[in-house]
Structures are given as C-alpha cells and as structure tokens.
C-alpha cells in the first residue's frame, strides 16, 4: 500500500525524478483557504476538484485492488505516509538512471553505489517529508543500514545486466497516449531500449521480489500497459518486456503480440468504465484483502469502523441497485 514518487509522477504528467512540481495533483481538492486574503499574500484560487481523466499503470492497479482506496487516493487526494520500501525504491531508481550518464567503461558496482549518499540528499531536498523516516533515530544507526540495503540492490543489479553494454534510448520516459474512446493511458518507463534493429525492449526495474509463477501475469499488467502505449504512439510493438527484480535477483521477461495488447486496452476500457460509473454515483466499495493491513487510510474506511470524507464531486442516481458509498458490496 504504498506510493513512491514515480507513481505521483505517473498521475501528474510529470518527470519521475523528484521534484516539488511532482506533487502537484491531477484533480487536486480545494483547499478551503480563507475568502480574504491580505495584501502581502495574493489571492490564489483553490483549484476545483474534477473527474479523472486519464488512468496510469499504478491507478488502474489501486481500483483493482480496492475501489475505494483509488477515491482516497485520486479523488480524494488524502496523504499518505512515505514508506522505507517505497522511499527506497525512489532511491535506487533515481541511482541507476543517473549511473548511465557515466561513459560505458565506467558504469561500475562501486561508481554505483557511491551515488547512493547523493541520490538519497537529492530526494530529500525535493521531498523533505521522506526525512521524517529517520526522525527517530537521532544516532543514524537506521538511515546508515537502510542505505546499505540500497547499495545491495544497486550491487545485485550488476548480476543481472551489464550497463555497460547497454546504450538505453530512453530512461524515465513519460509516455502518453489517447485512445479512440477518449481515454488517456499515461506512465513512466523506467528503460527503453532500441536494437540496432529497432526491435524496442522495455525494461522496469523492481526493487521487491519476483512473484511466484501463478502470479506472474498480475506482475506484467503493467508492462503490458506500457506497451500498448508504446504500440499507440509508435505503431510498433515492443519485442520484449522485463522485469528486473533486484530483491531477489531474478528477471522476468516476456515478448507480447499484438493479441496481447488489444486485450489490455479491452480491460482498461471496461475498467475506465466501472471508474466512471463509480465517480458519476459516488459508489466506491471497498475490498478487503490482506493488503488492508498496510493501507494508510483504515480510519476513512468502513470496513474499519471509519466513514469517507464527504464526496466532492456531484453525484447522479445510478441505473439501478446502488448502494452508499463505502458500503460493501458483491463485486
């Protein structure tokens, strides 16, 4: 249950390297600042609170896996804690994308690892709310084992690919594409990369570890999702998708067809359509797993004795068998 900065990035249209602009939302709620301002400080409209309009790999996964978390999270744009895991994948991400601005011969474990310490100041300038992590441990025994974990999986990745073989066409890429239906599909790929052949590989890096094999399709979702708006943008279906899992040091790779892809955009079709339904009704049921127990927001859901906030969007009846928002419901 947690948001790293490549998802906020993915969400706004932004880059995934932290920045304080990244942070700026979508469909952002108004922030019931006061009607009067003084004159030292201008007034500033508090922006409105709209529909989505566009859906991104780690979205479509929140509606998924619960489709209230998805209001919490798009709709009503409630905070979320920074998480060691999620802050630490923002870490790694950011060392190896900056790793390939180094000439070929020099893109090496140890020239890896030592731009941890200054990846991690980067991040905490632009996101001073990741420093809270640490607060308790003024002796910085923690920060110091927490960095070191880092260094392993940046280590562990040079088991798994070569960088310096590697020439990426692209890294971090936003990307974004329109549907025929109107839908816009959006995300950030962490690597792309273009054979001499112009055969395209798409490359994300996982700093978890590899699922289990009946689990494997959830897993390339998102890769599968990247391609098709590779494939909308480019007319050109990339030959291969990977999965680089640098907790356990496995790689999973898969070559979608065409087949594949105009199966995705069916499911996001139908999936844009369920979000549409449930933000034109205010109908978000939640669904309770076993990720509930990391879910930052228990004390808005029902299902934990909460309520919602108050919905700020209008609301129509539906068609027919609605029930009050939050409340459970058959799937």
Not at 22 to 38: H, L, M, R, W, Y
Not at 90 to 111: N, S, Y
Not at 149 to 159: G, I, K, M, P, Y
Request: net charge negative; charged share 30%.
């Amino acid at each position: 249950m947690e948001t790293s900065t490549e998802d906020v990035a993915e969400d706004t249209g932004g880059s995934a390297r932290p920045a304080a602009v990244a942070d700026q939302p979508e469909t952002a709620v108004e922030s019931g600042a006061p009607a009067a301002e003084t004159a030292a400080t201008p007034a500033v409209a508090a922006p409105a609170v709209i529909p989505p309009t566009s859906l991104s790999p780690s979205r479509a996964g929140d509606f998924m896996q619960c489709p209230l978390l998805y209001r919490f999270r798009v709709i009503d744009r409630l905070p979320e804690k920074p998480s060691e895991a999620a802050t630490r994948g923002t870490l790694v991400h950011a060392v190896l994308e900056r790793l390939f601005d180094a000439p070929a011969a020099e893109r090496t474990a140890p020239r890896a690892k030592a731009l941890v310490p200054g990846q991690w100041d980067r991040l905490r300038e632009s996101r001073p709310e990741v420093g809270e992590l640490f607060a308790d441990d003024p002796e910085g025994e923690r920060l110091a084992q927490w960095l070191t974990e880092a260094e392993r999986l940046v280590e562990r990745w040079f088991t798994l690919e070569d960088p310096s073989r590697l020439e990426p066409a692209e890294r971090e890429l936003f990307v974004e594409a329109e549907l025929d239906s109107g839908l816009r599909l959006r995300g950030i790929i962490d690597r792309v990369d273009v054979a001499p052949t112009g055969e395209v590989r798409i490359v994300d890096y996982k700093t978890g570890k590899a699922p289990r094999p009946q689990y494997a399709e959830g897993a390339l979702f998102q890769m599968k999702f990247y391609a098709l708006v590779v494939w909308r943008l480019k007319k050109v279906v990339p030959r291969r998708l990977q999965l680089v899992y640098l907790g356990s040091g496995d790689v999973l790779t898969y070559d979608p067809v065409l087949a594949d892809l105009e199966r995705v955009e069916r499911k996001l079709l139908a999936l844009w359509e369920a979000i549409r339904l449930a933000t034109e009704t205010g109908d978000w049921r939640p669904r309770p797993t076993k990720l509930c127990g990391w879910c930052d927001h228990q004390a808005h859901c029902p299902e934990f004795g909460g309520t919602p906030p108050p919905y700020p969007l209008p609301v129509r009846a539906a068609d027919s068998g609605a029930v009050a928002q939050g409340r459970m419901g058959p799937d």
